[in-house]
Structures are given as C-alpha cells and as structure tokens.
C-alpha cells in the first residue's frame, strides 16, 4: 500500500506532550501502512524524552485504552520510525543522550531536512 506515498518527515518544536502524542500517533499510522516516517525533536521538545518518560495526561489516555506517552514512543520505535533527538535541545534539557533509548538517534534540523527529499512531506507538530 506504501509503495507510492512519499516519506513523512515530522517535526516537534516544542514541550507539549499532547502535541507530541497527536505527532506519534500520525507517525505510527504511516508506518503500520507501510510509510516511511521520522520524528525529529526539536529544542525543547527533546525534553519529552527526560526518564522517567512521563506526560501530564498519560492517566486520562490510560484510562480510555489509549497508551501512555513512553508507550507510544516504544511503540514508533517497534514500528520503525525513526527518532531524532536535536543535539541542542539535549543540551537544552541537561539530557545525555547515553540516557536515550539506543534507537534514537541524535542530530538536528539539518539530519532531518538531510534526510528528506524534494517529494517527501514535511510536518511541524
């Protein structure tokens, strides 16, 4: 079903859990139809990632079926998207990126946007 749609490029820019879940969720749809997908965490956003992984209405999501936040980004990560951390944002956020789940990798906008072709979409959650 994937084998004409473009890659999926998407860009979270800020500390929002809820956007970066709504930003996961897209991410594994895409790829459990068989897209390619990246997520790349930009500045402050990397700070999501701090463990214990945690997001404010992860009991809400919970208790509607739905997974909590380091759930869903184990669950991107199974599928195959692929994670960047912004080298900044880590240092932004006092992470070492030792600390990070081994599948994420670490760059920036210019890994991301390297990544991506003239074809691909682009989405700035």
Do not use: F, K, Y
């Not at 079903?1 to 930003?23: C, F, K, V, Y």
């Not at 990246?38 to 509607?64: G, W």
């Not at 936040?69 to 070492?96: E, P």
């Not at 990798?105 to 700035?124: H, N, Q």
């Amino acid at each position: 079903m994937a084998d004409n749609r473009p890659p999926l490029l998407l860009i979270a820019t800020t500390a929002d859990a809820e956007r970066l879940r709504g930003a996961l969720t897209i991410a594994c749809t895409e790829a459990a139809l068989g897209g390619t997908v990246r997520l790349c965490l930009l500045l402050d956003a990397v700070a999501l990632l701090r463990e214990p992984v945690a997001a404010p209405r992860d009991d809400a999501h919970a208790q509607n079926g739905l997974p909590r936040l380091v759930a869903l980004i184990d669950d991107a990560l199974d599928l195959g998207v692929g994670i960047i951390a912004c080298q900044s944002g880590l240092a932004l956020a006092d992470i070492d990126a030792a600390d990070l789940d081994p599948r994420i990798t670490t760059g920036g906008p210019m890994t991301a946007l390297a990544w991506a072709s003239a074809e691909d979409r682009i989405v700035i959650a």
